[in-house]
């Protein structure tokens, strides 16, 4: 089945240790999106990619990096996780240019910083 | 101002009834509209998407849609427990941004 694949699922970092988040995607879709979601909050987008377009949100902090070696795959790096970087990560893609646009998201990367 | 509002509820309906969730937008330009039911702990999973003014109905689920208005809604009939959840009401906007309200909590009492 195709699908939006997210790994690890979880993921302890110590404060300040690098830390990469993956997605994968057999959807074929050209838009990957990483969003962050705290707790009763909505997801925040950070950036996305239209096809090898980085896309950064105005106000993601410079500690989010993230890299799409190509189209089925995208990263998040958090250079300098904080307390404050515990979240939800969320990957999502859609396909833009054939008039349905909608997004799909993967199951998350629960991220705990000690 | 918030460019997506939702009440975050929570709205509590017996099983079986309508449930009614409500959401406003503030970009006119904006061109798609997306339901997301999301579950505890869990991810948001896509249960409605709609493009033009009026209603699209699938299955238990039907989105309305008034750009006029700047308003989108969604229906849910013969409400069950396990649709007890978080609804996001999702807007997409220019550069392909996707913007999301805080959700609006759904409990169905049995």
């Known amino acids: 089945d195709a699908m939006v694949i997210q790994n690890p699922r979880y993921q302890v970092t110590q404060f300040g240790k690098p830390v990469t988040l993956s997605c994968s995607q057999t959807l074929n879709h050209n838009v990957m999106y990483w969003y962050q979601q705290k707790s009763s909050q909505a997801p925040k987008l950070l950036f996305h990619?239209?096809?090898?377009?980085?896309?950064n949100e105005a106000d993601t902090p410079d500690n989010f990096q993230s890299r799409r070696p190509n189209t089925s795959f995208c990263f998040l790096d958090i250079r300098s996780p904080g307390l404050g970087d515990a979240a939800m990560y969320l990957c999502?893609?859609?396909?833009?240019?054939?008039?349905?646009?909608?997004?799909?998201f993967g199951p998350g990367t629960r991220l705990t910083v000690t | 101002q918030k460019e997506v509002e939702q009440n975050s509820g929570p709205l509590s309906v017996p099983e079986g009834a309508i449930a009614s969730l409500n959401c406003t937008y503030s970009d006119r330009g904006s061109q798609s509209f997306f339901w997301y039911r999301q579950y505890s702990g869990k991810s948001p999973e896509l249960i409605m998407f709609i493009y033009s003014n009026g209603d699209k109905e699938d299955g238990r689920f039907t989105a309305q849609l008034n750009k006029a208005s700047q308003y989108v809604s969604l229906l849910i009939r013969d409400s069950q427990p396990s649709d007890s959840a978080t609804y996001l009401c999702a807007v997409k906007g220019g550069y392909q941004k996707v913007t999301f309200g805080t959700g609006t909590k759904l409990q169905v009492i049995p």
């Open positions: 990619y239209y096809d090898k377009d980085f896309n």
């Open positions: 999502a893609t859609s396909r833009e240019g054939t008039g349905t646009d909608e997004q799909y």
